[in-house]
């Protein structure tokens, strides 16, 4: 006869949570810092505070909102030392043509667009890409990101509403099936 079923340990559920949003968490730290290189720096920095810290995990509500907390912690206290600031910019990054050869015009065309919208992004202001990034990539409730950044639902709401509408302009201008499509 089969006991009840073992909960796993602090160390399996963070390594477990670590591993699932692993991509999209390194993409939105690429977005936060600007590069890449930063982001994977961060990212492990934010892995080694939350393993000092896995006992937590056991009594924490929601990890993934935890370990965005911890990793946009960490991105912010970097660029406030400026030590983020020796690595290429993600502009850079994503115009380098030996980084992305497109290799026919269809392809040109979207990654002429991606670039305008990561550029786009990188311009917001920090606390509308940090809203927006964790809405979209960390998929936080406005709840959640409120809790997170210790201020009021309103605020993230709002802040959240003029990151959209600039995004909004990119997309127009830069994609004409966007008119189109709000248009029917």
Excluded at 50 to 64: H, K, T, Y
Excluded at 147 to 168: F, H, I, Y
Aim: aromatic share 6%.
């Amino acid at each position: 006869m089969a006991g009840p079923a073992q909960q796993p340990s602090a160390e399996e559920m963070l390594l477990t949570a670590f591993n699932r949003m692993r991509d999209e968490l390194l993409s939105t730290l690429t977005l936060h810092l600007g590069n890449r290189e930063d982001a994977l720096d961060v990212a492990q920095e934010a892995f080694l505070k939350c393993w000092r810290n896995r006992r937590e995990v056991l009594s924490v509500r929601n990890i993934r909102a935890w370990i965005y907390r911890i990793a946009l912690n960490t991105a912010r206290d970097n660029r406030r030392s400026g030590w983020y600031k020796r690595r290429r910019v993600l502009d850079d990054a994503y115009t380098d043509a030996s980084a992305c050869p497109p290799a026919q015009e269809q392809e040109t065309e979207q990654h002429e667009f991606y670039q305008h919208l990561r550029r786009a992004i990188a311009n917001l202001r920090p606390e509308e890409r940090e809203v927006f990034l964790l809405r979209q990539n960390a998929e936080l409730t406005y709840e959640e990101i409120a809790e997170l950044r210790n201020v009021p639902v309103g605020t993230v709401k709002t802040q959240m509403r003029s990151a959209l509408a600039k995004l909004r302009e990119v997309l127009r201008a830069h994609a004409p099936c966007v008119q189109d499509c709000e248009e029917a």
